[in-house]
Nanobody, 125 residues
Framework: QVRLVESGGGLVQAGGSLRLSCAAS????????MGWFRQAPGKEREFVGA????????YYIDSVKGRFTISRDNAKNTVYLQMNSLKPEDTAVYYC??????????????????WGQGTQVTVSS
């Protein structure tokens, strides 16, 4: 049984920062790619970024490149999403997700069978 729990969301002014955390339990976290997705009201869930199981490779959508950073601490079974220079259009529920062991990081939400419950990020203008 895989369990992912996000935390760190909240309300922030434009230009501010937040760090989201995703704590994993129930499986071998250190061998699994992790993805971050977000869903704004009335929109589909979209890929934000991902990190491979080793932590050596990260991937981002263009709109967050240079502002968001994904990292992981395998000793703590936790992945992070550092979000800087936040914009109102970043407002969404943010989800972390994980794949089966040793599968590569992916931008497709259908490749991730395990999801957290989400955490709300609201950026005010």
């Amino acid at each position: 049984q895989v369990r992912l729990v996000e935390s760190g969301g909240g309300l922030v002014q434009a230009g501010g920062s937040l760090r989201l955390s995703c704590a994993a339990s129930g499986r071998t976290f250190s061998t699994s790619a992790m993805g971050w997705f977000r869903q704004a009201p009335g929109k589909e869930r979209e890929f934000v970024g991902a990190i491979d199981w080793s932590g050596r490779s990260t991937y981002y959508i263009d709109s967050v490149k240079g502002r968001f950073t994904i990292s992981r601490d395998n000793a703590k079974n936790t992945v992070y999403l550092q979000m800087n220079s936040l914009k109102p259009e970043d407002t969404a529920v943010y989800y972390c997700a994980t794949r089966a062991a040793y599968r590569p990081a992916s931008q497709s939400k259908t490749d991730y069978p395990y999801w957290g419950q989400g955490t709300q990020v609201t950026v005010s203008s």
